[in-house]
């Protein structure tokens, strides 16, 4: 069986597509999705569907981590060209509210 490549421009409309299903993982304490928490760092995807994502959490040890993978591992099955999902939790940058979206900062209030 031969890998299908994509076009840059076809793995750019993929990468958007997983940015919105991502926007489905809502964090239950906050009620913001981890999209506009600026959780999600980095989306690899590859000529054979397997994906990389990188994300972070507010806090080290917060006990959402499996909760918030086991979403996005459910949300990721709607993406037909994603094969194989594989999260990393990464510290670095260590996350601060300024990674969060306008959007979230007005819903909780923050400024």
Same mark, same amino acid.
């Given at each position: 069986?031969t890998e ?9 409309k993929?990468?958007?597509r ?5 926007? &489905?993982?809502?964090d239950p $304490?906050?009620g913001?999705?981890? @999209?506009? #928490? ?9 000529d054979n ?13 917060c006990p959402?981590?499996d909760?918030l993978t086991?979403?996005?591992?459910d949300? &990721?099955?709607?993406i037909? $060209?994603?094969t194989?999902?594989? @999260?990393? #939790?990464v510290w670095?940058p260590a996350?601060t509210?300024?990674?969060m979206?306008r959007y979230a900062?007005?819903a909780?209030g923050?400024?």
């Amino acid at each position: 069986m031969t890998e299908k490549k994509y076009t840059d421009e076809e793995v750019v409309k993929i990468k958007d597509r997983i940015l919105e299903a991502l926007e &489905m993982v809502i964090d239950p $304490e906050l009620g913001i999705d981890i @999209v506009n #928490l600026g959780l999600i760092y980095e989306i690899r995807f590859e000529d054979n569907g397997y994906t990389e994502i990188d994300m972070t959490l507010t806090t080290m040890g917060c006990p959402l981590a499996d909760l918030l993978t086991d979403q996005i591992y459910d949300v &990721m099955r709607d993406i037909p $060209e994603v094969t194989k999902t594989e @999260v990393k #939790l990464v510290w670095y940058p260590a996350w601060t509210v300024d990674k969060m979206s306008r959007y979230a900062r007005i819903a909780l209030g923050i400024r």
